[in-house]
């Protein structure tokens, strides 16, 4: 009985020291869309490899604002998810030298990632999309244009993971920059 109560005291004060550090990992986020909510989060797998998870967060205050905070659970090299995110426009309709011009722009700012860091992409019309990594600002990239193609990688209706896209969605609408109708 003695072990199990100091097991229980044990677990419980460790929850002291985990939980503080987990809610500051949204603090970014919160920041950012001037109080977030959660709307949806799934998981992208590749042939069965957990690539990252990814969770899609609306502003409590604002129609227009939203996240899209990803962690990733293997380690990629910055230019690597910087091509992949040029190749995935192309998919959604973006031309050939617009995609190559943005997969540069995001090449010089988006770092390597190891297995359990995130990138995080804030969009504000008034700002365009921000990005961190591990809740860090690591640049911006304005524009109304680039974000609707970046963010389509998982909110087009075109996305090539469609069961990622509706599990980001939810029961909620997708992203107003993409101009779906929608009845939640």
Known sequence: MRVLKLLTAIFF????????GYANDLGHIDAGLNSAKLQGSGRLT?????????SFYRSKNS?????????????FSGSSIANRSADEMKKNGVSEAQAHLWGKELASLLPNVE????LTAIY???????????G?????????DFSKAFFGIWFDPNTSAPK??????????????????CNP
Do not use: M
Request: hydrophobic residues 35%.
């Open 13 to 20: 004060c460790s929850l002291l020291f985990v939980l503080p």
């Open 46 to 54: 590749w042939w069965g490899l957990s690539i990252y998870d990814a």
């Open 63 to 75: 129609s227009t604002d939203f996240a899209l905070d990803l962690k990733y659970q293997r380690s």
């Open 115 to 118: 297995s359990g860091q995130t």
């Open 124 to 134: 504000s019309p008034r700002q365009g999309t921000i990005f961190y990594h591990d």
């Open 136 to 144: 860090k600002q690591i640049g911006k990239i304005p524009g109304v």
């Open 164 to 181: 990622l896209r509706t599990e980001l969605i939810g029961r909620g609408c997708p992203p107003p920059i993409f101009n779906e109708a």
